[in-house]
């Protein structure tokens, strides 16, 4: 059975450009969660969607947004660029239910690299 | 204060001891607790998760969980060179599927 799986796996942008990261979570799950792990500060939330709703989110501002498809896979966008957007952006999926809500299963991420 | 807080580390124990990770937590409403294991360069991986006060084993791990104390640790019997990685520490407050992780504690286990 397939993973979580991402793409890109690496993308380069310059300051003031828009991403997008796209994620397709496992079959049968609901969720999906996007994180961001920059270095030395742990992995951050960003977004919760379920059932094509957001239903969370982090401590980012509006020009981090994304949705999800009606095929559960999901899409993060990142707008206006900054330097220290630099981070990997992992994507997680899980049943979606409360009682395994934390029983995440993770992508491999997206390494975004802003210049 | 940070919502979960780890060591940093690196903690090093030799082969077939025990290491012993630690975790603590600010919300006291705090509902679930999880253990995810990241080796360089990859994702996080899910190992233990624990809802209850008290010890839950699988295998070689032990979660151990201390509501009253805000407190929860992984233990690691008969470490082994495999499993050095860092070690994230997790947490659900149940407020709407929100992890919170700790920045984790890299354990290395030397021959």
């Known amino acids: 059975e397939a993973g979580v799986t991402q793409s890109p796996t690496h993308l380069i942008k310059t300051r003031g450009q828009q991403a997008t990261l796209r994620c397709s979570p496992i079959?049968?799950?609901?969720?999906v969660y996007w994180y961001q792990q920059a270095l030395g500060l742990g992995l951050q939330f960003l977004l919760w969607?379920?059932?094509?709703?957001?239903?969370n989110r982090g401590n980012f501002p509006p020009r981090f947004s994304g949705r999800q498809f009606p095929n559960y896979s999901s899409e993060l966008n990142v707008n206006a660029l900054e330097l220290e957007d630099s981070a990997l952006y992992l994507c997680?999926?899980?049943?979606?239910?409360?009682?395994?809500?934390?029983?995440?299963?993770f992508g491999e991420g997206s390494r975004l690299t802003v210049l | 204060q940070k919502e979960v807080e780890q060591n940093s580390g690196p903690l090093s124990v030799p082969e077939g001891a025990i290491a012993s990770l630690n975790c603590t937590y600010s919300?006291?409403?705090?509902?679930?607790f999880f253990w995810y294991r990241q080796y360089s360069g990859k994702s996080p991986e899910l190992i233990m998760f624990?809802?209850?006060?008290g010890d839950k084993e699988d295998g070689r791990f032990t979660a151990q969980l201390n509501k009253a104390s805000q407190y929860v640790s992984l233990l690691i019997r008969d470490s082994q060179p495999s499993d050095s990685a860092t070690y994230l520490c997790?947490?659900?407050?149940?407020?709407?599927?929100?992890?919170?992780f700790g920045t984790g504690t890299q354990l290395k286990v030397e021959l």
């Open positions: 997680a999926s899980s049943l979606g239910t409360v009682l395994r809500a934390g029983e995440l299963f």
């Open positions: 079959s049968g799950h609901t969720s």
């Open positions: 969607y379920d059932e094509g709703e957001e239903r």
């Open positions: 919300d006291r409403g705090s509902q679930s």
């Open positions: 624990i809802y209850s006060n």
């Open positions: 997790a947490v659900n407050a149940g407020g709407g599927n929100k992890l919170t």
